[in-house]
């Protein structure tokens, strides 16, 4: 005769939910917010890329140059939406969001959970389409006293470093004569699809756009003794990145889409956003970029791309109108829960439900 299956009584399953809530309660009481315990650095950090914008600021007004009508807070460091550096569509509240001081601090973050310390090398290719993410993340890395080497490209997409007279290589110089970042500027290029430079308005508003992006990489390599890095192979220009930012490197960090960075292959919009450890299904394809080609080496990457979802990861307010500043927002802190309890409650509640079924089975087999 074929038994009947145990089943349990409802007490059990009371008791176990009793349990249940009894321990959810518990965590909640003991759980809370925690400081983390680089805040004073990651406070610095907000604070001395406030100062800095602040300084951009002065610099840009010197020039003569205009406040944007799009530039809400009056950073100055809001570029018109199309000029001859424009190389690709972009969000101007995504432009106004990475310039929140406490960009700063969330960088401060991701170095520490990449396992980074004092004297290691830091790679940082980037664009001139988040200027807010190149203030934050040079001055991240003087913070936490890390070897930073950069290598940058002059096209942005709208309404980032797109002026011509106060472009992405003018903030890097002045972020590191002001003392605010310490790095080696190791190459320049002229950005935009090929790397060769040319802006999406060639032929309608501007003409030789790209012949003006490879004077400006002249101008900036003169000045700095960095590389100009132009060839007629992206593939090229991926691989001389690679050999100029040496085998040291213990972290790539991606700002902005830089066909090099990024890669122009189908599964370019494949890699994830903010800090990548564990390497994502990696492409054999040639053109798949720096962040692909250090994660297949197991070097973790930063991709600093997507601003809403990077906003979202720290607690950070998107579009904040007045900016926000420095010390607001969760990304100073973090939610720890009692994982002694939390754990003490599963078992507890199998241990109920275990002993309800035995029960059941044994008044089942004595009827």
Do not use: W
């Not at 990489?217 to 050999?243: H, N, P, T, V, W």
């Amino acid at each position: 005769m074929i038994g009947r299956p145990a089943k349990i009584d409802l007490k059990y399953l009371l008791i176990s939910a009793l349990v249940l809530f009894a321990g959810i309660a518990g965590c909640l009481i003991t759980s809370g917010i925690e400081q983390s315990e680089y805040q004073q650095m990651q406070l610095d950090a907000a604070m001395s890329m406030k100062n800095a914008e602040t300084v951009l600021k002065k610099e840009i007004l010197a020039k003569g140059i205009e406040i944007e009508g799009e530039d809400l807070n009056s950073t100055g460091l809001i570029g018109p939406e199309f000029t001859e550096l424009t190389s690709t569509p972009g969000s101007v509240d995504a432009k106004r969001t990475t310039l929140n001081p406490n960009f700063a601090a969330a960088i401060i973050r991701y170095f520490h959970e990449a396992g980074l310390k004092k004297g290691d090398a830091v790679a940082i290719g980037t664009s001139g389409s988040f200027p807010g993410f190149v203030i934050a993340t040079t001055i991240a890395a003087k913070e936490m006293g890390l070897k930073a080497k950069v290598i940058a490209s002059c096209g942005s997409s709208m309404h980032g470093a797109t002026r011509p007279e106060f472009n992405i290589f003018d903030i890097l110089f002045s972020l590191k004569d002001n003392g605010f970042a310490d790095f080696d500027l190791l190459a320049v290029s002229a950005g935009g699809p090929n790397d060769q430079g040319g802006g999406v308005m060639e032929g309608f508003l501007y003409e030789d756009t790209a012949g003006l992006s490879k004077q400006l990489c002249i101008e900036a390599s003169q000045k700095s003794g960095a590389e100009f890095i132009y060839y007629d192979s992206l593939q090229d220009s991926i691989m001389r990145r690679l050999a100029l930012f040496g085998d040291d490197v213990k972290l790539f960090v991606n700002v902005g889409g830089a066909a090099p960075n990024e890669g122009i292959s189908s599964y370019t919009l494949n890699f994830p956003q903010g800090l990548v450890i564990k390497a994502p299904p990696i492409p054999n394809i040639i053109n798949r970029g720096l962040c692909y080609e250090y994660a297949a080496q197991g070097i973790p990457v930063l991709n600093l791309l997507n601003v809403k979802l990077l906003a979202a990861q720290n607690g950070i307010a998107y579009d904040a109108v007045p900016q926000e500043e420095p010390g607001n927002g969760k990304v100073y802190s973090s939610f720890e829960y009692n994982v002694p309890i939390i754990m003490t409650t599963i078992a507890l509640c199998i241990l109920v439900l275990i002993f309800g079924v035995f029960r059941k089975k044994a008044r089942n087999e004595g009827e």
